[in-house]
């Protein structure tokens, strides 16, 4: 059963890892070569979609890696998990402080209503999801290095 549990969790933080990582640098760079409104309307369509979402990806991956360290707290690799856990509270608290308040601000935006700085802001965010990004990454990569 705990391996089941192992897997079945470095499963969802790696796909979710790996929707992270498309939006930085794919989806974003794709939007940013848009012409005109287009590139501001994607990013507000994906805010609301993955803004949607994603919270419970990020909460979810945390419980799970939780509960494996928890359940696997006397075989090899526990204090990876735990420090694959930590970070994932590390990606979870920039993302309620940094990332989210952009991200609801950015989902409302039309033409017609975003702000002067509405670049700004999406660089902004754009930078916080990058560091977010490495996060999750080592994050995944300690529950990977967990499973041997």
């Known amino acids: ?30 939007l940013d070569a848009l012409p ?6 994607g990013h507000a ?3 609301r979609m993955l803004g949607a979402v994603m919270p419970f990806w990020y909460i979810g991956s945390l419980v799970l890696s939780a509960i494996w360290a928890v359940a696997g707290w006397h075989h090899r690799g526990a204090g990876l998990v735990v420090t ?17 308040p952009i991200n609801n601000r950015n989902r409302t935006w039309t033409p017609d209503n975003r702000p002067a700085d509405w670049k700004q802001q999406l660089n902004r965010w754009g930078r916080y999801h990058y560091v977010r990004v490495a996060v999750i990454i080592a994050a995944f990569t300690l ?6």
Do not use: C, P, W, Y
């Not at 897997?7 to 974003?28: D, H, P, R, Y």
């Not at 856990?85 to 990332?99: E, Y």
């Open 36 to 41: 005109e409104d287009s590139g501001q309307l």
């Open 1 to 30: 059963m705990l391996k089941s549990l192992e897997v079945a969790t470095t499963v969802i933080v790696g796909l979710m890892v790996g929707v992270e990582f498309s939006v930085a640098f794919v989806m974003n760079r794709i």
């Open 45 to 47: 369509h994906g805010g």
């Open 143 to 148: 529950l990977v290095t967990a499973l041997t």
């Open 84 to 100: 694959a856990a930590g970070l994932l509270i590390v990606s979870i608290v920039m993302s309620v402080l940094l990332l989210v």
